[in-house]
Antibody, heavy 118, light 107 residues
Framework: EVQLVESGGGLVQPGGSLRLSCVASGFTFNMFWMTWVRQAPGKGLEWVANIKQDGSEEYYVESAEGRFTISRDNAENSVYLQMNNLRVEDTAVYYC???????????WGQGTLVTVSS | EIVVTQSPGTLSLSPGETATLSCRASQSLSGTYLAWYQQKPGQSPRLLIYGASYRATDTPDRFSGSGSGTDFTLTISRLEPEDFVVYYCQQYGSSPPTFGQGTMVEI
C-alpha cells in the first residue's frame, strides 16, 4: 500500500523558517518525481515545487523561488521542503504527492498545516 | 503559465442526476495531460481521472472524462450522496502544473 506521511508543520512568525518532511512507503521511491502542493484555508490547490527522481532537477512556483528548497533522500524514502522567509500568504495545508508523470499526482499524503502569523 | 478555468463554480443537483463539470485551458494541452481530482471535506485530494479520460484505480465507472485541446469535461452519472463534494481539474503537461479553482457539487 502506498503511503505518504507529512510532518513538520506548525505556527511560525513572518520571516521565520520551517522544514517539512514527507516519508514514503509502499513503492520504489527513487523511480518517481515527487511534488508539494498547498491549499490555503478555504481555497483551491496550488502546486509549489517538484523534484526529479535523482534530485538533479527541481522546479518551483514563482512565489516560492528563492525562499523554498525541495530536496530528497532516496535512502530514507523522504522528500523535504525547506521554507525560509515565510510570509502570511504561505499559510496553508501542505501536501506531499507522488508525481506519476503521465498518470498525474496519483497518491497524496494527509497534509501538514503551516500557519504564518505574528 | 497555462491558466485553467473551471465552470460552474457550484453545481446544484439531486442524487441520481448527472453532473457535467467543465474545465478550460488557456492553451492547447499537449498529450491530453489533464487530470481530475475529488476532495472531500477535511481530506486530501484523490485522483479520479488522468490523461483526460482514463479512470484511476478504484474510480467508479459512473465517473468519465472527455475532451482534448483546451476543453475538457468530467461527467458524473447517477450521483451518489458521497459525490457531493469539490472537484478540481489540473493540467500537468506544461510547467508549472496548474489547477482550476474547483467546482463544488452540492445537493
Amino acid at each position: 500500500e502506498v503511503q505518504l506521511v507529512e510532518s513538520g508543520g506548525g505556527l511560525v512568525q513572518p520571516g521565520g523558517s520551517l522544514r517539512l518532511s514527507c516519508v514514503a512507503s509502499g513503492f520504489t521511491f527513487n523511480m518517481f518525481w515527487m511534488t508539494w502542493v498547498r491549499q490555503a484555508p478555504g481555497k483551491g490547490l496550488e502546486w509549489v515545487a517538484n523534484i526529479k527522481q535523482d534530485g538533479s532537477e527541481e522546479y518551483y512556483v514563482e512565489s516560492a523561488e528563492g525562499r523554498f528548497t525541495i530536496s530528497r533522500d532516496n535512502a530514507e524514502n523522504s522528500v523535504y521542503l525547506q521554507m525560509n522567509n515565510l510570509r502570511v500568504e504561505d499559510t496553508a495545508v501542505y501536501y506531499c504527492a507522488r508525481d506519476a508523470n503521465l498518470w498525474g499526482f496519483d497518491y497524496w499524503g494527509q497534509g501538514t498545516l503551516v500557519t504564518v502569523s505574528s | 503559465e497555462i491558466v485553467v478555468t473551471q465552470s460552474p463554480g457550484t453545481l446544484s443537483l439531486s442524487p441520481g442526476e448527472t453532473a457535467t463539470l467543465s474545465c478550460r485551458a488557456s492553451q492547447s494541452l499537449s498529450g491530453t495531460y489533464l487530470a481530475w481530482y475529488q476532495q472531500k471535506p477535511g481530506q486530501s485530494p484523490r485522483l479520479l481521472i488522468y490523461g483526460a479520460s482514463y479512470r484511476a484505480t478504484d474510480t467508479p465507472d459512473r465517473f468519465s472524462g472527455s475532451g482534448s485541446g483546451t476543453d475538457f469535461t468530467l461527467t458524473i452519472s447517477r450521483l451518489e450522496p458521497e459525490d457531493f463534494v469539490v472537484y478540481y481539474c489540473q493540467q500537468y503537461g506544461s510547467s508549472p502544473p496548474t489547477f482550476g479553482q474547483g467546482t463544488m457539487v452540492e445537493i
